[in-house]
């Protein structure tokens, strides 16, 4: 299943009353934190992660993932992640292999240093999108490409 298809039309119960789809939207390109740490307070339910294909090359994953609500089953960010893994701490490049957790969330329990460089935020395939390079000791480590499904 491609992951923009799908579990999409329940987004009315996996956002709050109170919030509306435009502010949902904003909120998510506004934040610097972790994607599924705003996705579980806006979406009211845990996150999950599912990688739909991950491959590694010449020290340089391309990983492919969708965040869903796991309670509704909603598709809400589908990512497109490069991974310089020759800048990173061994512990990090494992979890991600292991492709059981989101990247955000691999950088939090790593407790790795980053700074975030949002460069794109606009419109892709008609989805608002967004770009972003994560930093760790001066190096781009990590180049991010997401759309936002709901």
Not at 88 to 95: D, K
Request: a neutral charge; hydrophobic letters at 35%.
């Amino acid at each position: 299943m491609d992951p923009s298809e799908g579990e999409q039309t329940g987004l009315k119960s996996c956002i709050p009353r109170h919030i509306s789809p435009r502010v949902f939207r904003e909120l998510l390109f506004a934040q610097k934190g972790t994607v599924e740490a705003v996705l579980r307070i806006l979406a009211d339910e845990e996150i999950g992660v599912k990688v739909i294909s991950q491959t590694e090359d010449r020290g340089t994953i391309i990983r492919d993932s969708v965040l869903f609500g796991r309670s509704s089953g909603v598709n809400m960010v589908q990512a497109h992640s490069l991974v310089d893994t020759r800048a990173l701490p061994r512990e990090v490049i494992l979890m991600i292999r292991s492709k059981e957790m989101g990247i955000g969330t691999i950088l939090e329990k790593s407790r790795l240093e980053t700074y975030y460089d949002i460069y794109s935020v606009g419109h892709e395939d008609g989805l608002p999108s967004r770009r972003y390079k994560i930093w760790h000791e001066n190096k781009a480590v990590f180049e991010i490409k997401e759309k936002i499904l709901v």
